[in-house]
């Protein structure tokens, strides 16, 4: 028995290391990770800016989008963004964006589609002090709060945004339900994120039976292993530089945990054990 549950272990902590994701880290990486992590790129060592948490994104044909010269460092996870985006004519709205981490997606579009109000929430409250001394734009606030909870009246927003965060709330359905109560009617729910083979059925359930209703679904994870390759050399140079101090070993695990061509994630979405899904839904 004891062998069996060791076995188990062993087995369990190689699946992890293949795949990069699990959703018991990606919580405590939520609570833990992601305050520490900011901490130490806001400025104290110095050196590169790291305004996106979330993937990179290429389509076939690629995408072209044309950028300013200073977002072009941030080409691949900018374009992600953009498709998410791009056909729901936010000029002029509210906005709401779930999950901001360090608000390159957030000054993008204010700055691109020109909505009247963009307002970024992210749990990490590091991560809203840096966002509010980095993105300084008329209209552009940044909260802390949480995704299950949100601080905000009913009916307060035309579109909520919400890319590669979901999977580390303890409770999704109630992140769905709060997304219904704060939009208005009519309002766009714009998502992207990621799960394990084994968590889809729970997922697309958990999706179908919330308030809102399904304009559209799309597996991308060709776009987002096309993200990984282009963005890799960028992702790797900025965990050597913020990770200097440690082990080459366990930068090289943080690569993995990171979404870098050949990283655990990488392999897992090239071979179907994880998805990474873009939604576009509705509050009718
Ligand atoms: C992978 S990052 C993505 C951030 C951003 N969307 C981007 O692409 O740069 C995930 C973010 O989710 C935030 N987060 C995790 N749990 C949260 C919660 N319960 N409520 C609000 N934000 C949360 C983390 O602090 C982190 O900033």
New binding site residues.
């Given amino acids: 028995m004891i062998t069996l549950a060791r076995t188990d272990r062993i087995e369990r902590m190689k699946l992890i290391q293949r795949i990069g994701y699990h959703p018991t880290f ?2 405590l990486y ?2 833990y990770g ?2 520490m992590m900011t901490r130490v790129m806001s400025g104290k060592l110095g050196g590169m800016e790291y ?5 990179g994104y290429e389509e076939d044909p690629a995408m072209g989008v044309l950028l300013d010269e200073a977002d072009e460092p941030n080409r691949y ?1 900018i374009q ?2 953009h498709r998410l985006a791009v056909d729901e004519h936010l000029a002029g709205k509210d906005i709401l ?9 957030a000054s993008y579009l204010m700055r691109t589609f020109k909505p009247k109000s963009y307002v970024g ?4 409250p590091a ?1 809203v002090t840096f966002c509010r001394q980095r993105h300084n734009l008329p209209g552009m606030r940044f909260v802390q ?4 909870d949100l601080p905000f009246p009913d009916g307060s927003f035309d579109v909520v945004i ?4 979901s999977h ?3 409770d999704f359905a109630r ?1 769905l339900a709060e997304v219904a109560r704060v939009l208005r009617t009519g309002g766009r729910f714009l998502y992207a994120d990621l799960r394990l083979r084994k968590e889809v059925d729970q997922w697309t359930a958990d999706m179908q039976s919330c308030p809102l209703q399904t304009l559209s679904r799309r597996v991308v994870n060709p776009e987002i292993v096309r993200g990984y390759e282009r963005n890799s050399q960028q992702r790797r140079e900025q965990i050597d530089h913020y990770m200097r101090f440690l082990p080459r070993r366990l930068r090289s695990s943080a690569a993995d945990f990171s979404g870098v061509e050949g990283g655990g994630n990488d392999l897992a979405l090239q071979n179907g054990e994880l998805s990474y899904q873009h939604w576009v839904m509705t509050k009718a």
Avoid: M, W
């Fill in positions: 990606e919580r939520a609570k992601y305050p305004l996106f948490l979330g993937p996870p992600f963004y964006e779930v999950s901001s981490g360090h608000g390159g997606g929430l992210d749990l990490n991560g709060g949480d995704a299950q919400n890319l590669e965060a580390s709330y303890p992140f």
